[in-house]
């Protein structure tokens, strides 16, 4: 049996509403996976809503969901949210730094991040060998037999796009299939539109003062951003891995509330998912691929007699130094 009908199934068991949740700041490849399920869901007769924590920050997700024409709705708003209610996690696992743990029951998970473990989901489908969570998505319009829709098609194509850093970063098999699969159906149009509304005027003026902290020691390029939203941090990751010679890249943010990390390697000697798992090891959490990754370490469990910055610069540089040695 095909894994979406596995997944229908399921939820057709569900003694409530059923509900899709991404992690709590979506970006395009989030809200595409969760806006194609959702339709998927409802074609195959089972309703659900898009909920979501914090914000959504990126210019283009905002656009997206005009574009689109996407409701997602903040947690906070939905108030029939209950212990009764089935959650499908997308594009993230339980346990993430960037999930809030609602009050409902979080049955399923679709992620294409590092696996985390077994969390008792009643359904998983887990492949971080994938680039993205909108060709997993994808594949599930294919096995269903059910053609996406333009609006749909054109959603998944970006939120491909823009997981993959255009079909070149972590890319799989399976995210060019359905890119290609989608391609017929797609608005170029609108995705013109969405690479032209990337960032905001605010975002400019921030990028201005990240890049003035960017040192780089050999191959490898630190950044530190104060209170940058994630998607903000993300792209400047994406940015300083382009400087000639940069072959890894750390940037973090450091909040009241912690440091958040976000690593970028292009190297196979450098695993980002490997080297942020070191750098907060003891402290705090993280993972991702083999090129991108992310972590947290909360304010309470930051290293004590040593700034953020050369216990970061010290963790990241002792383990790639160590896998050079390798």
Known sequence: MARIHELVDLLKQAPDEVFIQPHN?????AIASSFGLQYLLSELDVP??????????????????????IDMRRSTDVHTLGAEDWTVLVDVQKENANLTDLVTDEVACIDHHQYSGNKGYKFEDVRPEVGSCSAIIAGYFRDAEVEPPPNVSTALI?????????????????????????????????????????????D?????????????????????????????LGAASDIVITISGV??????????????????????RVNAGMLV????????????????????????????????????RHRAIGFIEGESDA
């Open 25 to 29: 700041v979506p970006d395009p490849d």
């Open 48 to 69: 659900a809503v898009i909920v979501y924590e914090d914000e959504i920050e990126k210019a283009n997700s905002v656009t997206m969901l005009e574009a689109f024409g």
């Open 158 to 202: 970006y939120g491909i796009l823009m997981d993959t850093d255009n079909l070149t970063r972590g890319v799989n098999s399976l995210d060019i299939d359905m890119f290609y699969s989608l391609y017929r159906h797609v608005d170029l149009t609108r995705i013109n539109e969405l690479k032209a509304n990337q960032i905001s005027i605010e």
């Open 204 to 232: 400019l003026k921030d990028y201005a003062g990240a890049f003035e902290t960017v040192e780089v020691y050999g191959e490898i390029g630190f950044l530190r951003l104060e209170n940058a939203n994630d998607s903000l």
């Open 247 to 268: 072959n890894v890249v750390i940037s973090y943010s450091t909040r009241d509330a912690g440091v958040k990390y976000s690593i970028r390697s292009v190297i196979p």
């Open 277 to 312: 798992r070191h750098i907060v090891d003891g402290h705090g959490i993280g993972g991702g691929h083999d090129s991108m990754a992310g972590g947290f370490i909360t304010s309470e469990k930051l290293p004590l007699g040593r700034s953020v910055d050369t216990f970061t």
